[in-house]
């Protein structure tokens, strides 16, 4: 094999009391277990690795999570692994000779011009798209994104709309979905969110104020009071004398 799944996680949980000798020998002889096949022989697996000096190290790693077999160092889980890819590996090839029949020699062939086709891993090498690509299974909000969409919009669910932003163009099909700058997508995206901005004049109309803060409200009609004029007397006469014929 020459990939293989590589969880973090995972290995950081199991791996965090190795020394960086321990450590560097566990990745390289996971590399040579994935890329061989087969048991680890080992007499000679630290000069295999590049690491003759550090033989201990090397044998130290094994004992701990390889198995000693009569055919030598084993590792159940990369197995595992290494059998599930080979099962897909002819899975595909038994696909690609429905699809494309099988010619008198027996091997699958697929028309000259054929669109590679895409794993969860990886993306098709050519495309008719140039330099645009589709957004991937894995995508998800950069940091920069992230605070560029906050600063944008406040009123916003940045983490929702980004759901919806991945899920819109995952159900794309290619002569839609195809974009250079995503970055780009985000930010007319965010822009024009149907999410109403707040109106500045709503903050005191719909804010109520705590028992010590003044109500805007009332605080503005006294304002008023202070700067009318006062009512002429002789209006006031007059006002006074139709209350009386009233």
């Known amino acids: 094999m020459h990939y293989y799944q590589f969880h973090i996680g995972d290995y950081k949980s199991h791996t965090h009391h190795l020394s960086l000798m321990e450590d560097l020998a566990y990745r390289r002889l996971l590399d040579f277990y994935f890329l061989h096949e087969q048991p680890i022989k080992h007499r000679d697996i630290a ?12 044998m130290t790693v094994l004992n701990e999570f390889f198995i000693s077999t009569a055919d030598g160092f084993v590792s159940p889980r990369a197995d595992k692994e290494i059998k ?6 002819v899975a595909g090839k038994r696909g690609a000779a429905k699809r ?8 699958a062939t697929s028309p000259p011009n054929a669109t590679p086709i895409a794993t969860n891993n990886h993306k ?3 495309n008719n798209y140039g330099e ?4 991937s299974e894995d995508w998800f909000l950069s940091k920069t994104m992230g605070e560029w969409a906050v600063a944008e919009r406040p009123d916003l669910d940045v983490r929702k709309e980004a759901e919806q932003f991945k899920d819109y163009w995952l159900s ?4 839609k979905a195809y974009r250079k700058d995503w970055f780009a997508v985000w930010r007319h995206w965010i822009r024009g969110c149907h999410a109403a901005k707040p109106n500045p004049a709503d903050i005191v109309r719909l804010t109520v104020p705590s028992k ?3 109500d805007p409200a009332l605080e503005k009609i006294k304002a008023d ?6 009512i002429p007397l002789e209006v006031l006469a007059k006002m006074a004398e139709l209350r009386r014929k009233a």
């Open 212 to 214: 010590n803060e003044p």
């Open 84 to 89: 599930q890819y080979k099962e897909f590996s």
């Open 172 to 175: 794309q099909p290619d002569d």
């Open 225 to 230: 009071a202070l700067k009318a004029a006062p």
């Open 100 to 107: 494309w029949g099988t010619p008198p020699n027996g091997e």
């Open 124 to 126: 098709p090498l050519t």
């Open 132 to 135: 645009a690509t589709r957004i």
């Open 47 to 58: 000069r295999q690795i590049g690491m003759r000096e550090h033989e201990e190290d090397v």
